[in-house]
């Protein structure tokens, strides 16, 4: 059975042979000590009499612990059930039993583990929550933290947000919790506490201003890294701007209303394949030079001879992208001229975006010199979301953060007689 410090007193059979009832009770060692802290007390009552615990199957035959369950007076917890080396304390499953719960949440759905262990949904979250809490318990997690990951990630549809800090150097999620402000954040460095968090180097985020606020605040020696994605998105952006403002050009051709004045049949023909042209051309605008198809190669060829303005934005986005990709001290310096084109580019939306990239200039620049990004924190979310989904969504968040954690952390616990 896998009970372990415990003496089998007897095994009864019940419903026709489909139930197994086995009599046992603790270990001379492991009588009369606390439920929470395991320190040896004095008993108080002999509690509400014998207990029955869900262990694993034994095919298609249940199995079932029974045993007294006596109550102990604990100095520090005061009068609580006594321990049970085969279970957690206020558990009604055994330790074997949540184990192995809490290994199959993490790799398959929570239908499947109701069907396969016979609980409901509502015991596998309770059980995904005891079992991470325990083993988060029994290490310490924030233990040598230096370079870390901040993002966000919505897990339920009305903005519900979750925030998740990770460790560059470990690549294990460290913490999560619900919510996307700075309260939110300041939970995480108050567990932290002000020593470990002057020990931070290096923080990678986007430029959100929650984030920023809060790690001015809590770690003012730490090196705040830009994520080079998140700054390439906002040339996308701009990119995808000056797209839509020429689509919407030549869709006003079209109607041969330009400046109070109608334009000839011709004129309309050739505004209407452009606004074609142009519509789908997103992709092609979008996408990596390295990774474009041919019939994409041909249509940005086909942007650059009838509009130049629309072909120096993509440029001027290859051209950041290109500042990233290089790093270092070359990387700054191709900033300084990605810059300079940029404010002389006549094009609003990249106008703007220079100025914006002045503001955050030091968090590039960071990035730049020491290449941390958001990459591994976006991989994070992506298996959480990948989670969130087997499962079938969450109702309780409690439950998808321990089930992150085990999955994320390092804390699964493994199959009850595996090899670690």
Avoid at 261 to 277: E, F, L, P, Q, V
Avoid at 408 to 415: F, H, V
Wanted: with cysteine; hydrophobic share 40%.
């Amino acid at each position: 059975m896998g009970v372990e410090q415990a003496v089998i007193e007897g095994v009864e059979f019940e419903e026709d042979g489909q139930v197994v009832v086995v009599r046992v009770r603790p270990g001379r060692r492991s009588r009369s000590r606390c439920g929470v802290c395991r320190r040896r007390c004095r008993g108080y009552d002999r509690g509400a009499g014998r207990r029955r615990w869900r262990h694993l199957d034994a095919g298609l035959v249940q199995i079932q612990v029974e045993a007294d369950a006596p109550r102990v007076s604990c100095r520090q917890h005061g009068v609580v059930v006594a321990h049970m080396p085969w279970a957690r304390h206020g558990a009604g499953h055994t330790r074997a039993f949540d184990d192995t719960v809490a290994w199959l949440a993490v790799t398959t759905s929570k239908t499947a583990v109701t069907m396969l262990m016979r609980i409901a949904w509502r015991t596998v979250g309770a059980i995904v929550a005891r079992v991470g809490q325990e083993a988060m318990a029994a290490s310490d997690r924030f233990a040598g933290l230096s370079r870390i990951g901040i993002d966000e990630i919505s897990y339920k549809r009305g903005h519900r947000y979750l925030t998740v800090v990770v460790d560059h150097d470990s690549g294990r999620l460290v913490w999560a919790a619900p919510g996307r402000d700075k309260a939110t954040l300041r939970m995480f460095f108050d567990l932290l506490g002000p020593e470990r968090s002057a020990l931070i180097t290096h923080i990678s985020a986007d430029a959100a201003d929650w984030i920023a606020d809060v790690v001015a605040e809590r770690c003012p020696n730490a090196v705040r890294c830009a994520d080079a994605f998140h700054v390439v998105a906002w040339a996308t952006s701009a990119l995808d701007e000056v797209r839509r403002q020429a689509w919407n050009e030549a869709r006003h051709a079209i109607s041969g209303r330009r400046n109070g004045r109608t334009n000839g049949g011709r004129a309309r023909i050739d505004a209407s394949g452009a606004a074609r042209a142009l519509k789908h051309a997103r992709y092609a605008l979008w996408k990596n030079p390295e990774n474009l198809s041919e019939k994409q190669t041909a249509k940005l060829a086909w942007i650059a001879k009838t509009d130049p303005r629309l072909h120096r934005a993509y440029l001027l986005k290859e051209g950041l992208r290109h500042v990233f990709a290089v790093k270092g001290q070359e990387g700054k310096d191709a900033l300084d001229r990605w810059l300079s084109w940029a404010r002389r580019c006549r094009i609003p939306s990249f106008v703007d975006l220079a100025r914006k990239i002045v503001r955050h200039r030091a968090s590039i620049d960071a990035t730049l010199q020491h290449g941390l990004s958001n990459a591994l924190i976006e991989s994070t979310n992506t298996k959480i979301r990948l989670l969130t989904r087997i499962a079938f969504g969450f109702k309780n968040i409690d439950a998808l953060i321990a089930l992150a954690m085990l999955a994320l952390g390092g804390y699964r616990p493994n199959l009850p007689g595996r090899p670690t």
